[in-house]
């Protein structure tokens, strides 16, 4: 069975830019999660979607967002990036009603 | 704001000692509570999940919980090298699936 994949792997971006990140759950999963893991800080809670519905969001700022289409796979967007932003995006998936998260291995963002 | 707390080491042991890794958490509301392993440059993979106050084993594995405490535990028996890496608690927030993270404690297994 495969796991959660991410896409892409690494990005590199400028200050300004947009960035998308890709995540695609385990089959039958129709949670989705992000976080993000800046160097050296614990994992950051930022979405959850669930049923293509945002269901709960992080303490983070408007320019991140997201959206989960049909088939559950999502889709994580971050506007007008800046140096901070740089760190491990994570994508975790879990069955609907189910707590355990399996993650993904990630995207790694690059704002220079 | 939903508090993890970790040591964040590192914890170093020598091949075959055991391990213990500890965690505490502010919202006393929490119900759920998972350990997770991350090698470095990986994503976490999940270890084990505790619900109840107690003891939970598996394998050389062993979650403990105490809920009056806020406190959770991991135990590792017989450390092994390949047990090096750093160990996230996760604890659930008040709405169900949000999880909130420790910074982690990282374990180094001394052969």
């Known amino acids: 069975e495969a796991g959660v994949t991410q896409s892409p792997t690494h990005l590199i971006k400028t200050r300004g830019q947009q960035a998308t990140l890709r995540c695609s759950p385990i089959s039958g999963h129709t949670s989705v999660y992000w976080y993000q893991q800046a160097l050296g800080l614990g994992l950051q809670f930022l979405l959850w979607y669930d049923e293509g519905e945002e269901r709960n969001r992080g303490n983070f700022p408007p320019r991140f967002s997201g959206r989960q289409f049909p088939n559950y796979s999502s889709e994580l967007n971050v506007n007008a990036l800046e140096l901070e932003d740089s760190a491990l995006y994570l994508c975790?998936?879990?069955?609907?009603?189910?707590?355990?998260?399996?993650f993904g291995p990630g995207t790694r963002l690059l704002v220079l | 704001q939903k508090e993890v707390e970790q040591n964040s080491g590192p914890l170093s042991v020598p091949e075959g000692a055991i391990a213990s890794l500890n965690c505490t958490y502010s919202d006393r509301g929490s119900q759920s509570f998972f350990w997770y392993r991350q090698y470095s440059g990986k994503s976490p993979e999940l270890i084990m999940s505790i619900y109840s106050n107690g003891d939970k084993e598996d394998g050389r594995f062993t979650a403990q919980l105490n809920k009056a405490s806020q406190y959770v535990s991991l135990l590792i028996r017989d450390s092994q090298p390949s047990d090096s890496a750093t160990y996230l608690c996760a604890v659930n927030g008040e709405i169900g699936n949000q999880f909130y993270f420790g910074t982690g404690t990282s374990l180094t297994v001394i052969p």
């Open positions: 975790a998936s879990s069955l609907r009603g189910a707590e355990t998260q399996y």
